[in-house]
């Protein structure tokens, strides 16, 4: 049979979704199961954001403004930017592979850490790129020193995950001086912050803060996580004019949706509520986290919403028997498993199933 698709795809893991919790539910014959698998933010739509939302829909049978001058208005000006410097997409994941779209070519370089963020290796192989993975530190985090070394004349773009998905490790600013000084300038660094709002300790430096100025740096945001829009699929980057035009060349038109722009404006509007809700998920984070290392887990300090639980080869086993009890994690073997912060009730129910995984 002729093949019609890459032969190198075959290769390439796919994204895998958390575990459905209607199937779970139904299959242990429960009224409902627990989700802690995919780093959602437990506490529902901000306020005013469904009513946005539904006037927006009314338009549906339009096309959404290309451009998203609104939005990209309310962005520059929350973070003090020129509007051309802001590049919005259809989530933070479909822009980094954008980003890699506009830098590489089959061939090239994408560098990152690992484990980190599932999706870089295939983003990268998706454009024909060729990943070069870094291997973690034994704490959990990103060896920069390591990464530098690695840099090839290859080398066009470079992802740094702070905080670290899935570990939850974050990188404090000397560190990121002295990677980002050994970074040739026409490598493109792209921070990637998905998580930035849930940061409390303050040695992690805020990337459009600290480094935003950098010609070759991009930082990367999404509002699905602690916005609470996953289910719209909204991110935006920040870059330096010249590199945001190259991006927009690229992006796939009208791919911020009518809806999900007028969500992320309505949301903009609800910075307090953001913050009194990031600060329950923190305050969660510390008692799981305290809790874990008590039941012996070798948690290490998480600066977002979830946490790493580094078992190793008893991954699978482990997320296998919290299901059984109607909770779902993310396992990512044979390294660890990632547990989203839920509501102080959820985390009881995972806390227990924990617990009761010790003997399985």
Not at 285 to 293: D, G, K, N, S, W
Not at 310 to 329: K, L, M, N, W, Y
Request: aromatic letters at 6%; proline letters at 6%.
């Amino acid at each position: 049979m002729t093949r019609l698709t890459r032969a190198d795809l075959d290769a390439l893991p796919a994204y895998v979704p958390g575990r459905n919790v209607a199937d779970l539910a139904r299959d242990l014959g429960i009224e409902e199961a627990i989700k802690l698998a995919s780093n959602e933010v437990p506490y529902g739509p901000l306020p005013g954001v469904v009513e946005a939302v539904t006037e927006a829909a009314r338009q549906m049978h339009r096309y959404p403004d290309m451009g998203v001058l609104a939005l990209r208005d309310a962005l520059a000006e929350r973070f003090g930017v020129a509007a051309e410097r802001v590049v919005t997409g259809c989530g933070s994941v479909a822009l980094a592979e954008i980003l890699v779209k506009a830098t590489c070519l089959p061939g090239d370089e994408v560098l990152y850490s690992w484990r980190s963020f599932e999706a870089y290796p295939i983003i990268a192989a998706g454009a024909g790129a060729t990943s070069v993975r870094v291997p973690s530190t034994p704490a959990h985090g990103h060896d920069l020193p390591a990464m530098a070394a690695a840099i090839t004349d290859r080398t066009r773009l470079i992802f740094v995950c702070n905080p670290n998905n899935p570990t939850g490790t974050a990188l404090h600013k000397p560190e990121l001086d002295r990677f980002l000084a050994a970074v040739p300038s026409d490598v493109l660094v792209v921070l990637d912050e998905a998580y930035r709002e849930l940061v409390t300790d303050p040695e992690v430096p805020d990337g459009l803060d600290t480094y935003g100025d950098r010609a070759n740096v991009v930082v990367l945001r999404t509002m699905s996580k602690a916005w609470g829009l996953a289910g719209m699929r909204m991110g935006y980057l920040v870059a330096q004019p010249e590199v945001a035009a190259a991006i927009r060349k690229v992006l796939t038109p009208f791919s911020t949706s009518l809806v999900a722009q007028a969500a992320a404006l309505a949301a903009l509007r609800q910075e307090a509520e953001v913050v009194r809700r990031c600060a329950l998920v923190t305050a969660e984070r510390e008692r799981v986290t305290e809790a874990l290392r008590k039941l012996s887990f070798d948690v290490p300090d998480s600066q977002a919403n979830f946490v790493w639980l580094p078992i190793g080869d008893r991954t699978a086993s482990f997320a296998s028997a919290c299901e059984t009890r109607g909770v779902i994690v993310r396992g990512f073997h044979p390294d660890g498993v990632r547990v989203t912060i839920g509501t102080p009730e959820e985390n009881d129910a995972f806390l227990a199933a924990a617990e009761a995984a010790l003997t399985v």
